[in-house]
């Protein structure tokens, strides 16, 4: 967000609590999906892992953006 400077405290921290509770649940559905792939084969297993982690970065990167997080 541009307009940090702008915000109250109390705006920026109830801002900040919904990007932490976002981005907990991309880790939770992120933790899920490798818990499933773990059960596959292990030739598909690293393949759907590494794709996890692919899927988990960007829904990270996306999230950044949409909250104006610069890190």
Do not use: P, V, W
């Amino acid at each position: 967000m541009e307009n940090e400077e702008e915000l109250s405290a109390e705006e920026l921290q109830e801002l900040m609590s919904c990007y932490k509770k976002e981005l907990a649940h991309i880790y939770r559905t992120a933790s899920a999906k490798r818990a499933a792939a773990m059960k596959r084969d292990t030739f598909h297993r690293n393949t759907l892992l590494r794709q996890c982690d692919e899927e988990m970065r960007s829904d990270i990167d996306s999230l950044k953006k949409k909250f104006g997080i610069h890190y």
